[in-house]
Nanobody, 124 residues
């Protein structure tokens, strides 16, 4: 059973930066493509970024392209989301998710495992 644990959330000023981590346990990390999603209060869960099994390719939502960077260290079994130039609209609970499929997926329903989430609040 794969377990994902996010960390690194917190309160940050608008224009600031934050790095989130997602630790993978229970299975080998290069078996899964990984993604980050965000859920703002009262909103549906939103896809942000995805990285392939080997970490050789990435894909971003338009809303975060150029500001967020996803990376993966298979040796450390950890996925990161580096976030810069944060604004109030980036506030929400951030989740990492694992997908066994090779196909690019932005729908939350395509992902097999989820973490419990970490709260990010951007103070404007």
């Amino acid at each position: 059973q794969v377990k994902l644990v996010e960390s690194g959330g917190g309160l940050v000023q608008a224009g600031g930066s934050l790095r989130l981590s997602c630790e993978i346990s229970g299975d080998i990390s290069n078996k899964y493509a990984m993604a980050w999603f965000r859920q703002a209060p009262g909103e549906a869960r939103e896809f942000l970024a995805r990285i392939s099994r080997s970490a050789g390719s990435t894909y971003y939502a338009d809303s975060v392209k150029g500001r967020f960077t996803i990376s993966k260290d298979n040796a450390k079994k950890t996925v990161y989301l580096e976030m810069t130039n944060l604004n109030h609209e980036d506030t929400g609970i951030y989740y990492c998710a694992a997908d066994e499929s090779l196909l690019l997926a932005t729908s939350e329903h395509k992902y097999d495992y989820w973490g419990q989430g970490t709260q990010v609040t951007v103070d404007s």
